[in-house]
């Protein structure tokens, strides 16, 4: 009773206040969502308006339930762990389908890409997924379309943030894209009411997901004023990885880009790039090498046919963080590969 109350009164508060920090600075304040809206929303707004988000919350949450759409608040369990760590992050998270139990890594870029932007943005995507991560992006035009087809055809997860409602669905000619996704065990995802407006000043807000529920993200193309940009320098304050694609000598769309790797960002030109540097950063080298012979629980838990995370986390019993480290290792090792269906397999 009291989550499902903590769900309403965030909700009725997501409709009437724009900002997720000032929200958060009255329930922190007062104690709770229910708190924070009879007082800080009682100075605020009329007792009418108020009575008006609540109702207008009651009928977010039965239309949510009658399309099968997920209304999570902070303390639900099923809220991203790395968006937790966010200071600007949602009151309320509206999920369509299934967020992955993987970790996830973000392309964005330019919505007017180029062919070589495109088939890089799908060659990373593919690699990446096959690697055992799920792809976020925002299911715009151009680079973003591109990583979010790839992870699909590759058996891969991916999950796409929405500048919209989730019953309204931006750009249209996206809808068939955003069901592939959701019937590929993926997911869509706003902290935007279910019939909110693709409205400009809504896909900044977006990008700040993308950039909080990532590892880091990986800028494919940008141009000078990108929208791509603002996500990365989101995934930079966030203190999350940002990888940058080099690109051909004077092309516009790699203007951003060049900017970005000024500031810091590292250089990839290849997917393993990816893989070393989060190695690296997850100090897996303070694992003992296994010996080619030796006997490695995480191994010795993969049937010959492949397994995915969930069944290798059942019988070693190993943290989720503990086992992506020792994931990671061993796939750098070659001991283990990733195949389509996010199963892992011994290479020998």
Same mark, same amino acid.
């Given at each position: 009773?009291?989550?499902? /109350?903590?769900?309403?009164?965030?909700?009725?508060?997501?409709?009437?206040?724009?900002?997720?920090?000032?929200?958060?600075?009255?329930?922190?304040?007062?104690?709770?969502?229910?708190?924070?809206?009879?007082?800080?929303?009682?100075?605020?707004?009329?007792?009418?308006?108020?009575?008006?988000?609540?109702?207008?919350?009651?009928?977010?949450?039965? /239309?949510?339930?009658?399309?099968?759409?997920?209304?999570?608040?902070?303390?639900?369990? !099923?809220?991203?762990?790395?968006?937790?760590?966010?200071?600007?992050?949602?009151?309320?998270?509206?999920?369509?389908?299934?967020?992955?139990?993987?970790?996830?890594?973000?392309?964005?870029? !330019?919505?007017?890409?180029?062919?070589?932007?495109? /088939?890089?943005?799908?060659?990373? !995507?593919?690699?990446? !997924?096959?690697?055992?991560?799920?792809?976020?992006?925002?299911?715009?035009?151009?680079?973003?379309?591109?990583?979010?087809?790839?992870?699909?055809?590759?058996?891969?997860?991916?999950?796409?943030?929405?500048?919209?409602?989730?019953?309204?669905?931006?750009?249209?000619?996206?809808?068939?894209?955003?069901?592939?996704?959701?019937?590929?065990?993926?997911?869509?995802?706003?902290?935007?009411?279910?019939?909110?407006?693709?409205?400009?000043?809504?896909?900044?807000?977006?990008?700040?997901?993308?950039?909080?529920?990532?590892?880091?993200?990986?800028?494919?193309?940008?141009?000078?004023?990108?929208?791509?940009?603002?996500?990365?320098?989101?995934?930079?304050?966030?203190?999350?990885?940002?990888?940058?694609?080099?690109?051909?000598?004077?092309?516009?769309?790699?203007?951003?880009?060049?900017?970005?790797?000024?500031?810091?960002?590292?250089?990839?030109?290849?997917?393993?790039?990816?893989?070393?540097?989060?190695?690296?950063?997850?100090?897996?080298?303070?694992?003992?090498?296994?010996?080619?012979?030796?006997?490695?629980?995480?191994?010795?838990?993969?049937?010959?046919?492949?397994?995915?995370?969930?069944?290798?986390?059942?019988?070693?019993?190993?943290?989720?963080?503990?086992?992506?480290?020792?994931?990671?290792?061993?796939?750098?090792?070659?001991?283990?590969?990733?195949?389509?269906?996010?199963?892992?397999?011994?290479?020998?």
């Amino acid at each position: 009773m009291k989550n499902s /109350s903590e769900l309403l009164y965030s909700i009725a508060l997501n409709l009437l206040e724009n900002s997720p920090l000032q929200i958060r600075k009255y329930i922190d304040a007062f104690g709770s969502p229910k708190s924070a809206l009879n007082n800080y929303c009682g100075g605020k707004f009329s007792k009418v308006e108020i009575e008006s988000a609540l109702n207008r919350a009651k009928a977010e949450l039965e /239309s949510a339930h009658s399309k099968d759409i997920a209304i999570l608040c902070e303390s639900s369990p !099923s809220y991203p762990k790395l968006l937790r760590e966010i200071p600007d992050r949602p009151i309320v998270l509206y999920v369509k389908g299934k967020l992955p139990d993987a970790p996830s890594i973000a392309i964005v870029g !330019s919505r007017k890409a180029d062919a070589y932007c495109m /088939s890089t943005s799908e060659k990373i !995507s593919k690699e990446l !997924s096959e690697a055992g991560f799920a792809i976020i992006s925002g299911l715009a035009y151009g680079v973003d379309a591109a990583a979010h087809k790839s992870s699909v055809a590759s058996k891969g997860k991916t999950v796409a943030v929405l500048g919209s409602g989730l019953c309204d669905i931006y750009p249209r000619e996206h809808q068939l894209l955003a069901k592939k996704i959701i019937e590929s065990d993926g997911a869509i995802v706003s902290e935007f009411a279910l019939l909110a407006g693709p409205e400009r000043q809504n896909f900044p807000k977006r990008n700040r997901i993308i950039a909080g529920i990532s590892l880091g993200v990986i800028v494919v193309a940008a141009a000078k004023r990108s929208g791509a940009l603002i996500t990365a320098r989101l995934a930079m304050e966030y203190n999350r990885n940002v990888w940058a694609v080099p690109h051909r000598f004077g092309d516009e769309l790699g203007e951003g880009v060049i900017g970005l790797m000024r500031d810091g960002a590292t250089v990839i030109s290849k997917s393993s790039d990816i893989l070393e540097d989060l190695a690296l950063q997850m100090d897996i080298s303070s694992f003992k090498k296994t010996a080619p012979n030796s006997k490695d629980e995480v191994l010795t838990s993969i049937n010959a046919d492949g397994s995915t995370l969930d069944e290798i986390a059942l019988k070693t019993g190993l943290e989720r963080k503990i086992l992506y480290q020792r994931i990671l290792q061993l796939e750098l090792e070659g001991k283990i590969i990733s195949i389509p269906g996010g199963l892992y397999r011994l290479t020998c």
